[in-house]
């Protein structure tokens, strides 16, 4: 999402919501997001999974290294040992090969998602082992640019959602759903809004 999408996304959610409104005119509009489509982008999600975005950063960094291009066929061909010694754990080496393997035996398509709507695209990315709902709202969110989504896995959209809510705990996400279901059709400017206010916002 671009800066001018998210500004009218913002104003909208902004007369829909009172929270948003007072807390939009203390933190500002969050920054664009934008992330490449494909494999690469799937490959950065599975290594990103329980990690840091900085030290996700560097391993995604090391990976790529040792690709001599992003590809299923490249990324196949890799030892285990030389993706565990980049900083893949044994596990996510498993989903990242698993991944690659569904590529290339045509199991798993990834440029027919773009075609799909949300809740069939979410389906076929979480056929593949590795990559449950969190990773195919992440990937239609920012690869795709779906306008329409909230990750409600996401701890930190939780607990900002819970603070911006005033809620003496953080909400479960059948919870969350319910809560921001009248911020449609821009939940994913909603979700980019509550990171950026988890960030600037004190416990």
Do not use: C
């Not at 959610?13 to 807390?23: G, R, W």
């Not at 490959?43 to 590809?71: C, F, G, H």
């Not at 080496?93 to 398509?109: C, P, Q, R, T, V």
Request: neutral net charge; charged residues 20%; without cysteine.
């Amino acid at each position: 999402m671009d800066t001018q999408i998210i500004n009218t996304g913002m104003n909208a959610l902004a007369t829909v919501d009172q929270d948003i409104e007072l807390a939009f005119k203390t933190t500002g509009p969050p920054p664009p997001r934008l992330r490449p489509q494909g494999l690469e982008a799937f490959l950065s999600i599975i290594i990103s999974q329980q990690l840091s975005t900085q030290v996700a950063k560097v391993i995604m960094q090391r990976v790529t290294d040792l690709l001599p291009e992003v590809s299923a066929q490249a990324l196949i061909k890799l030892e285990d040992k030389q993706l565990h010694e980049a900083g893949l754990s044994y596990r996510k080496i498993e989903y990242a090969k698993g991944l690659a393997d569904a590529i290339l035996s045509g199991n798993f398509n990834i440029n027919e998602l773009e075609k799909m709507d949300n809740d069939v695209a979410i389906n076929a990315i979480t056929s593949i082992r590795g990559l449950g709902r969190w990773s195919a709202e992440i990937y239609l969110m920012f690869s795709l640019q779906r306008q329409d989504i909230f990750p409600a896995d996401d701890l930190a959209l939780l607990v900002a959602l819970g603070r911006l809510k005033n809620l003496p705990a953080k909400p479960t996400p059948a919870q969350a759903r319910d809560l921001i279901e009248h911020w449609s059709p821009w939940r994913s400017v909603g979700s980019l809004f509550l990171w950026h206010y988890y960030r600037g916002i004190p416990a």
